[in-house]
């Protein structure tokens, strides 16, 4: 006969729990596993291009600025010629000279080196130095006054007084000589003086002017021209660049060209430190400091 409905029941009623513990059970042995997946799709997500609001973007890299060529235009705005104040104005210069040699005036690129106070100072004190004693060696160097010929009866007198005016002309030679020496020792530290600048600024660059506008840039060691040379390119590498136009080694020691710039008397200059370039520059030395 069939089973008592009553009994049927309580049968389907004790399986329906031992599924909803079964189920329990498995979901609390997982140790979250699901939980887990969940938070790392969402967080995936959210790096997605278009995540929903409030998610973190993944950052973009920022692109590396191109750098503009050194050469006979010129660098960082800066033409050959430009007046200084025009120069100032494109934010190129820091705003303080650092160096006052010669009459012209120098500026570090932007970001480049502060004014060095006693460098600047001892300059001044060379450059006032060699003006004061060029200036006797000047005068040291007008011809003496014509001595005295004495006649063949000159008397005991006169003899004396042209042996006395011979003396005087010998103490005023030797003078003259000792000023034209200390001439050119003043002048010799303040070509020292001229070195330490150059030194100084070799590898931060620096732009300078004179009466006539800018007249001289000094690139800085990153600057490279459009043919790849700069500061560590070789000799080897520099005459390859250059050899077609005219490249020279001058007296300085420098290697240089004729420039292709506005104007004449422009030159590109590369210092070189062995078989490598140290520095290089584009110059005009007859645009006159002052």
Same mark, same amino acid.
């Given at each position: 006969?069939?089973?008592?409905?009553v +009994?049927?029941?309580?049968?389907?009623?004790?399986?329906?729990?031992?599924?909803?513990? &079964? !189920?329990?059970?498995?979901?609390?042995? /997982?140790?979250? $596993?699901? /939980?887990?997946? !969940?938070?790392?799709?969402a967080?995936a997500?959210?790096?997605e291009?278009?995540?929903?609001?409030?998610s973190?973007?993944?950052?973009?890299?920022?692109?590396?600025?191109?750098v503009?060529?050194f050469?006979?235009?010129g660098?960082r705005s800066?033409t050959?010629g430009?007046a200084?104040?025009a120069a100032?104005?494109?934010?190129?210069?820091?705003p303080?000279? =650092?160096s006052?040699?010669d009459g012209?005036t120098?500026?570090?690129?932007?970001g480049?080196?502060?004014?060095?106070a006693?460098?600047?100072?001892g300059?001044t004190a060379?450059e006032? $130095?060699?003006?004061?004693?060029n /200036?006797?060696? %000047?005068?040291?160097r007008?011809?003496?006054?014509?001595?005295?010929?004495?006649?063949p009866n000159?008397?005991?007198q #006169?003899a004396?007084?042209?042996?006395?005016?011979?003396?005087a002309?010998? $103490?005023?030679?030797?003078?003259?000589a000792?000023?034209?020496a200390?001439?050119?020792?003043a002048?010799?530290?303040l070509?020292v003086?001229?070195?330490a600048r150059?030194?100084?600024?070799?590898? +931060?660059?620096?732009?300078?002017?004179?009466?006539?506008?800018?007249?001289e840039?000094v690139a800085p060691?990153?600057?490279?021209t459009? #043919?790849g040379?700069g500061?560590?390119?070789?000799? #080897?590498?520099?005459?390859q660049?250059?050899? %077609? $136009?005219?490249? &020279?080694?001058?007296?300085n020691?420098?290697?240089q060209?004729? &420039?292709?710039?506005d104007?004449?008397?422009?030159?590109?200059?590369?210092?070189v430190?062995?078989?490598?370039v140290?520095g290089?520059?584009? =110059?005009?030395?007859? +645009?006159?400091? =002052?």
């Amino acid at each position: 006969m069939g089973q008592n409905p009553v +009994v049927r029941r309580l049968a389907g009623a004790g399986l329906t729990v031992s599924l909803v513990v &079964a !189920g329990a059970s498995a979901c609390g042995t /997982d140790d979250g $596993k699901g /939980d887990r997946a !969940g938070a790392s799709a969402a967080a995936a997500a959210a790096t997605e291009p278009g995540a929903a609001a409030g998610s973190t973007p993944t950052p973009t890299p920022t692109p590396t600025p191109t750098v503009a060529a050194f050469g006979a235009a010129g660098y960082r705005s800066l033409t050959p010629g430009m007046a200084k104040e025009a120069a100032l104005a494109t934010g190129s210069l820091e705003p303080a000279p =650092v160096s006052l040699l010669d009459g012209c005036t120098d500026f570090a690129y932007r970001g480049g080196p502060a004014p060095d106070a006693a460098r600047m100072a001892g300059e001044t004190a060379a450059e006032a $130095k060699a003006k004061e004693l060029n /200036d006797k060696a %000047d005068a040291a160097r007008k011809p003496p006054a014509p001595g005295r010929s004495l006649p063949p009866n000159a008397s005991a007198q #006169e003899a004396a007084a042209a042996a006395a005016g011979s003396a005087a002309s010998a $103490k005023q030679s030797a003078a003259d000589a000792k000023a034209m020496a200390d001439s050119a020792m003043a002048t010799a530290q303040l070509m020292v003086a001229r070195e330490a600048r150059d030194k100084a600024f070799l590898t +931060v660059g620096r732009v300078s002017f004179g009466a006539a506008g800018l007249r001289e840039l000094v690139a800085p060691a990153e600057a490279r021209t459009a #043919e790849g040379i700069g500061a560590g390119s070789t000799v #080897e590498a520099l005459k390859q660049a250059y050899g %077609d $136009k005219g490249l &020279a080694l001058a007296k300085n020691g420098k290697y240089q060209f004729a &420039a292709d710039a506005d104007g004449p008397g422009w030159q590109l200059e590369f210092t070189v430190d062995g078989d490598r370039v140290s520095g290089v520059a584009l =110059v005009n030395r007859t +645009v006159k400091c =002052v």
